[in-house]
């Protein structure tokens, strides 16, 4: 039996600018129908490497395949690829459907041919008879449409997005996470996107990569990024964490007895590598994983107790949360408010009690510590 062909396979590709590496020996595969983010921050490398795959920037070094095949000498127009960009280029002079034929009549493809195939895609992305209209008649998210549609008709192999969400409103954005996610499926087309934005990432992707300083850090899915980041940085970045610095006092059995500076004493676990008696860690607790009470019973049992006064409460539907000022450090601890109901009329200066498990506090050695 043939060994499946992954639609995009980079080995070992850099890119250097001067002495600079902007992307350092990073290699992955993705396979078929497949969408896949390349999560970072900016200047991390991600836009560069996509510009390599697109075939807009020569590797340094390093090989990149699509479809089994060699991509280093074929030009951008003859790559099985098409890009969505930022800011999507569509042509305002053109209608919708001259602008989504266009690449099609570049190719020499029929009159007849073309207008089929125009308005099949625009049925695919729910637009049908949007062909006669203008670009400027369009919304936001329409627009983001015959983009993708453009795309499309050419039939790519794989379709590059940069950061295509990046200059719509927010609430347009978490519409079109799903409107994404939902056309990448309807036409089974590899995606690989780029995004500075986890919840894009974590909301629209089968396999993500988290980049940093030219390398990915680690790739999965969003699950596994999430709940067991296998580096300090991945903790940090992807979701949200309360972020403790401290030094390990006890270590046995994969659990750890830290000490802030302040004097908080944690008990957590080695997230990845071993940690001894003295070193240095960092130390991340997610705030939905912090149990609030009223009174110390409500959290009795839990390995890791405080208690303090509410510093302020950042209502925002359910995603709201409580800031808690540590009453025997001074530190502050963010909590993510139940939507039980019980805790909605917390105000400032409420004493507080909160407690959290030892397997939601996680333990990297600290930047430059056993690295």
């Not at 699950?223 to 067991?228: S, V």
């Not at 659990?255 to 590598?273: D, E, H």
Request: hydrophobic letters at 40%.
């Amino acid at each position: 039996m043939a060994e499946a062909v992954n639609d995009l396979d980079c080995r070992d590709i850099s890119k250097n600018f001067a002495a600079f590496k902007a992307v350092r020996d990073v290699t992955f595969s993705v396979p078929p129908g497949t969408f896949f983010s390349i999560l970072g921050p900016s200047g991390c490398g991600k836009t560069t490497l996509l510009r390599m795959i697109a075939g807009f920037l020569e590797p340094t070094s390093g090989d990149l395949l699509i479809k089994g095949r060699s991509m280093l000498d074929v030009p951008p127009n003859k790559r099985p690829v098409s890009m969505v960009f930022q800011h999507l280029a569509l042509f305002p002079m053109m209608n919708v459907g001259a602008n989504i034929g266009f690449g099609l009549r570049r190719r020499g493809v029929a009159k007849a041919e073309i207008a089929k195939r125009v308005e099949a895609v625009l049925e695919r992305v729910g637009l049908p008879g949007a062909g006669p209209r203008g670009v400027d008649e369009l919304s936001g998210g329409q627009k983001q449409r015959v983009a993708i549609a453009r795309c499309m008709v050419l039939e790519p192999d794989v379709l590059l997005l940069d950061e295509p969400l990046g200059a719509l409103d927010l609430k347009l954005r978490e519409h079109m996470k799903i409107e994404l996610k939902q056309l990448q499926w309807e036409f089974n087309t590899t995606f690989v996107y780029i995004t500075h934005d986890q919840s894009e990432a974590l909301v629209m992707s089968d396999q993500i990569a988290v980049m940093n300083h030219g390398v990915f850090e680690q790739v999965g899915t969003a699950r596994d990024l999430y709940y067991n980041p296998e580096t300090a940085f991945v903790a940090g970045f992807v979701g949200e964490s309360n972020r403790f610095a401290g030094k390990v006092e006890e270590a046995g059995g994969g659990t750890l007895k830290v000490r802030t500076p302040s004097g908080l004493p944690l008990m957590g676990t080695a997230a990845a590598g071993s940690l001894a008696v003295g070193d240095a860690v960092d130390v991340f607790v997610r705030p939905e994983a912090v149990r609030l009470s009223p009174t110390s019973e409500g959290v009795a049992g839990q390995p890791n107790v405080s208690s303090g006064l509410v510093d302020s409460v950042l209502f925002n539907g359910a995603n709201s949360r409580v800031l808690i000022r540590d009453a025997a450090t001074g530190g502050e601890i963010d909590v993510a408010l139940p939507q039980t109901g019980e805790f909605h009329s917390l105000k400032r200066d409420d004493p507080i009690h909160i407690g959290w498990d030892t397997a939601q506090t996680l333990c990297f050695a600290a930047a430059g510590e056993g690295s």
